[in-house]
């Protein structure tokens, strides 16, 4: 019995290491593909692994050699970060509603437009964006508005220390 025992667990860890590997060459493939859609530099990442055991992300530059992440910018890694989250959401298969807070913080121009033409529109089924006033405006919001259904403010009235849900936008 402990014979057939040791032998059944030693392939149930086989059988988990390649289900293992299987879904993170998946997710690998889909979270480098997220990023290099939103990269303003197009050959700076050329690859990404994630390794089956610690989940650990390694990302490789034109050189082919491991790329620091701190040598991204402040702006590419919250790139990374949202291609990482991108690609596990298109891996899961399933709609996954999507919440962003200060979407444009720390982006260039070119990296907030592509957010916005290519991220957004395609991030999920249902995406809500938690902008600031100054974020999302004039051009960007004119681009977003053919994906937008409804929008509202969140407006803080200091004299009752309360905030309301109110219909529409921020005032131009």
């Known amino acids: 019995m402990l014979k057939h025992s040791t032998k059944t667990r030693a392939t149930l860890d086989r059988f988990r290491t390649q289900v293992v590997k299987r879904h993170t060459t998946g997710m690998e493939s889909l979270m480098l593909e997220s990023f290099q859609k939103l990269l303003r530099k197009k050959g700076l990442v050329t ?23 701190d040598r991204l910018s402040a702006g590419e890694r919250q790139l990374l970060a949202t291609s990482m989250l991108w690609g ?39 995406v809500l964006l938690l902008s600031t006033d100054e974020e999302i405006t004039g051009g960007y919001l004119a681009a977003l508005q053919p994906y937008v259904t409804r929008s509202f403010l969140l407006a803080h009235n200091e004299k009752n220390g309360a905030t309301t849900i109110e219909e529409g936008y921020f005032p131009s």
């Open 47 to 69: 690859g990404l692994t994630i390794n089956p055991t610690t989940f650990e992300a390694t990302l490789f530059g034109r050189d082919g050699k491991p790329l620091p992440f």
């Open 88 to 126: 596990l959401a298109r891996a899961s298969g399933r709609p996954v509603p999507t919440v962003i807070d200060t979407p444009l913080g720390r982006l260039d121009s070119e990296h907030r437009s592509n957010l916005i033409e290519r991220y957004f529109p395609n991030a999920s089924h249902q």
